[in-house]
């Protein structure tokens, strides 16, 4: 299996987090310094490729020449497969979308410009969908065609959106909460060549191990939840989610 989605520079324990059978991962890069381990990491580990940008908590910083072209320089290094993660969150920062607007516009274009998928996180605060709707507006002005629309928060608009622009939707732990009732209706609806699933480790750990920290290996819980949801043979979606992670990345084949 493929987890699309990690961050290996915050994992306790690197040794631990790259214990497992994973054919590959993908670190996922926060901001300039992140960016920077992430690509050195990949340099160092066959299995491991970088994604670099600029998360939504720092898109103040899309502001700063120094910050961008740091990025930019990162971005032609070898294992260097997406831009971002971008994105719009109104969770952790309830008055940041004009900057994260400013700073996705930014990634978009330099996604576009090198062809590459554009790695995006969407999360709404309590009782508000403003950031899926600030996404859904601005993949419509942006129309790039390659992306993924990370942990999956179930906004049908905002999927829809993706979807008609030829993205990915990817699934995170979550998918495997009781409660999640919205994921799972999203998980049910979403093509199966538009399917990916990830961890997000150390973040968002899957049921059985929900309460510990994340790791890697653990995108094999939320691959059998999404093929239990389905109605899937696991090994089946297993293999199918794998090759879908490889186009989107466009990963070396195995
Ligand atoms: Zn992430």
Redesign the pocket.
């Known amino acids: 299996m493929i987890d699309t ?1 990690c ?1 290996l520079d915050r994992v306790a324990d690197l040794a631990a987090a790259l214990d497992n059978d994973l054919a590959a991962l993908v670190t ?1 890069g ?1 901001d300039p310094e992140r960016s920077r381990a992430a690509v050195a990491l990949a340099a160092r580990e066959p299995r491991v490729f970088a994604s670099v940008g600029l998360h939504p908590s720092d898109a103040e910083r899309a502001a700063d020449p120094a910050a961008r072209a740091a990025i930019e320089a990162l971005v032609r290094e070898p294992g260097v497969v997406a831009i971002g ?1 971008t994105g719009f969150d109104t969770y952790w920062q309830v008055d940041a979308l004009d900057a994260q607007r400013r700073s996705f516009a930014w990634q978009a274009e330099l996604a576009r410009a090198h062809d590459l998928p554009l790695v995006l ?1 969407v999360r709404d605060g309590d009782g508000r969908d403003d950031a899926s709707r600030s996404a859904a507006e601005m993949l419509q002005e942006h129309g790039w065609g390659r992306g993924i629309l ?2 999956c928060n179930g906004h049908e608009a905002l999927i829809t959106t993706g979807l008609a622009l030829g993205w990915f939707v990817s699934f995170a732990g979550n998918l495997t909460y009781a409660r999640a009732s919205a994921i799972h209706e999203a998980a049910r609806a979403v093509p199966e060549d538009r399917l990916l699933v990830e961890t ?1 480790a150390p973040y968002l750990t899957p049921v059985p191990h929900r309460g510990q920290r994340n790791v890697p290996g653990n995108v094999v819980f939320t691959a059998a939840a999404l093929a239990r949801l389905r109605g899937l043979d696991p090994a089946a979606l297993e293999a199918r989610l794998d090759a879908n992670a490889r186009r989107c990345y466009a990963l070396p084949s195995s």
């Open positions: 989605h961050h996922i926060t993660e996180h990370h942990c997000d």
